[in-house]
């Protein structure tokens, strides 16, 4: 086994922490994270002293990273990593932590509706609404934003794009105004928020007529920041970027109606690439439902498309492939 998923790699470590170190651990996981853990614990067979000491040397670099922040702030951790690690692993653990820490505040919201979170945010200032959907699930906050009126989308867009930080005063009163409607409150960390990189997490989410819709207003407002997100968002068509080995995985996940609709509407390059990664079979099958596939609406290739690039995202998160578009990423074969 060479690559490990998130699981499985919390799983290993803590097997390397040994019986009475790991029992201290447990006590402080939830129920359900104590049974994932020792599920993986229990599949985990054989690993070779390689995987292992890569999956504790990253391990400790994302302790040492949460230590630095928490004793001297961002700026503080950035140059002390830097200076560790160079500014493009510093970067990459840097987000990973940040990711982590904002997930700790609004826990509530994250759990919510998003049809109970619309209602309760829909009227507020587009600030406060970007405030709030950056703390949100992806998925929450990209079904929000198309559900807003068309100005305002764009707004609340703009404002989560270039927000970096926010302070806990701030944070609090946005809090005690939502408490009335969830009752709940939560402690507050003094960490990053909304940013490019989570704008393309929730475009990557929208539907299809939403997303052009955003991106051609953006556009007209601010090309630069709508080209800065449109380079980290993964698209359909970003498939061609992708490794052999990440197609090949993704390729066993999707359903293959979904497979058919959206080469139907996708250029040469992107079935070539497809194709040169499917199984003869499979990709005789595909051939044979393209030749019997007639007038197809767009709207159904582009839901298809977007299935699909659910499932690619879903997998990356799994530590299942790898999505690296800009070629910068470090990959451990």
Do not use: W
Request: net charge negative; with cysteine; charged share 30%.
């Amino acid at each position: 086994m060479s690559r490990l998923t998130g699981k499985q790699k919390a799983a290993a470590i803590i097997i390397s922490l040994g019986a009475d170190t790991a029992s201290k651990v447990y006590k402080y996981l939830r129920e359900d994270e104590i049974e994932q853990l020792t599920f993986e614990i229990s599949r985990l067979q054989h690993i070779s002293p390689q995987t292992m000491e890569g999956t504790l040397k990253d391990f400790y670099d994302l302790c040492l990273t949460q230590k630095v922040i928490t004793e001297g702030g961002l700026e503080y951790a950035k140059i002390v990593l830097e200076k560790a690690f160079g500014s493009q692993t510093a970067a990459s653990l840097l987000e990973r932590v940040t990711k982590t820490m904002r997930s700790k505040a609004f826990d509530f919201i994250r759990k919510a509706d998003y049809k109970n979170l619309l209602a309760i945010i829909q009227n507020e200032h587009p600030q406060t609404i970007a405030l709030i959907l950056s703390y949100a699930r992806a998925d929450q906050a990209s079904a929000v934003i198309a559900e807003l009126p068309k100005e305002k989308r764009i707004d609340v867009v703009e404002r989560i794009a270039k927000m970096d930080r926010t302070s806990p005063e701030i944070v609090k009163h946005v809090e005690e105004e939502l408490i009335k409607k969830f009752q709940s409150i939560v402690s507050v960390d003094y960490t990053e928020i909304g940013g490019i990189n989570y704008v393309a997490d929730i475009m990557n989410n929208m539907d299809r007529g939403n997303e052009k819709y955003i991106f051609d207003e953006l556009n007209k407002k601010d090309a630069k920041l709508s080209d800065e997100i449109r380079k980290r968002m993964f698209i359909f068509e970003d498939i061609v970027t992708l490794d052999p080995m990440s197609i090949q995985r993704f390729l066993r996940e999707v359903d293959s109606r979904d497979l058919v609709l959206s080469i139907k509407g996708s250029n040469k390059e992107v079935a070539d690439v497809l194709f040169a990664n499917m199984s003869s079979k499979m990709a005789e099958t595909i051939r044979s439902e393209l030749e019997y596939t007639r007038n197809v609406r767009l709207r159904d290739v582009e839901e298809a498309q977007q299935r699909i690039v659910s499932v690619i995202r879903r997998l990356e998160e799994e530590g299942e492939l790898v999505i690296s578009k800009s070629g910068k990423d470090d990959i451990i074969v």
